[in-house]
């Protein structure tokens, strides 16, 4: 229901936008939030776009440097970041809650290296 794509090897300072495309019928009022895993650690929230008004909530590592957006017709979320650094270094995951479960993407690589 959820595939991300997007994820490269990058050099710190770059670039670069995730996508995550759904199949979610009622995507429109869905809360899309962002996670990222890196080696040896848990799963973090990255952020969360809200559908209510399109606000953002971020990690405070990320903020300034992060985006997140959707667009309802092509049911499609975005991560946009900016001035990645090495510690950038994860596999990223978008989510949503349906049927009252919150639900995972396979995730996608994003590596930050010189």
């Known amino acids: 229901q959820l595939v991300e794509s997007g994820g490269d090897l990058v050099q710190p300072g770059g670039s670069l936008t995730l996508s995550c495309a759904t199949t979610?019928?009622?995507?429109?009022?869905?809360?899309m939030s962002w996670y990222r895993q890196a080696p040896g650690k848990e799963r973090e929230l990255v952020g969360t776009?809200?559908?209510?008004?399109?606000?953002?909530s971020y990690q405070d590592a990320v903020k300034g440097r992060f985006t997140i957006s959707r667009d309802v017709a092509k049911k499609t979320a975005y991560l946009q970041m900016i001035n990645l650094n090495l510690d950038d270094t994860a596999v990223y995951y978008c989510?949503?809650?349906?049927?009252?479960?919150?639900?995972w993407g396979p995730g996608t690589q994003v590596t930050v290296s010189s």
């Open positions: 979610i019928d009622n995507f429109r009022y869905k809360d």
């Open positions: 989510s949503t809650v349906f049927n009252w479960k919150r639900i």
């Open positions: 776009i809200h559908y209510r008004d399109r606000s953002q």
